[in-house]
């Protein structure tokens, strides 16, 4: 199942390159992959995606990583 609500990996690239997170003191979301911090979410869209990761399962979790940090689209583009 793929789309918005059942989001999928077919390519597997979230299984092999995975996102991973962390909380900073100020309640900030620190989003990186491959070691690298790639994208910085703060304020209220900070505290309903840890509300959303603590939830989730870790293919649920690297979806909404995905999504935050934009990484989703790539490679679904259309010309």
Same mark, same amino acid.
Do not use: C, I
């Given at each position: 199942?793929? #789309?918005? /609500? #059942? ?14 997170? !962390?909380?900073?003191?100020? *309640?900030? %979301?620190?989003?990186?992959? *491959? *070691?690298? %911090?790639?994208?910085? %979410? =703060?304020? #209220? ?24 940090? =934009?990484?989703? !689209? !790539?490679? /679904?583009?259309?010309?």
């Amino acid at each position: 199942m793929s #789309g918005r /609500n #059942g989001a999928s990996d077919e390519r597997g690239r979230l299984a092999a390159d995975p996102f991973d997170w !962390r909380v900073t003191k100020q *309640g900030g %979301v620190l989003v990186s992959r *491959g *070691g690298r %911090v790639v994208m910085t %979410v =703060g304020g #209220g869209d900070a505290a309903r995606l840890v509300v959303a990761l603590q939830r989730a399962d870790d293919s649920q979790a690297q979806h909404l990583l995905a999504r935050a940090s =934009g990484d989703y !689209r !790539r490679g /679904n583009e259309r010309s």
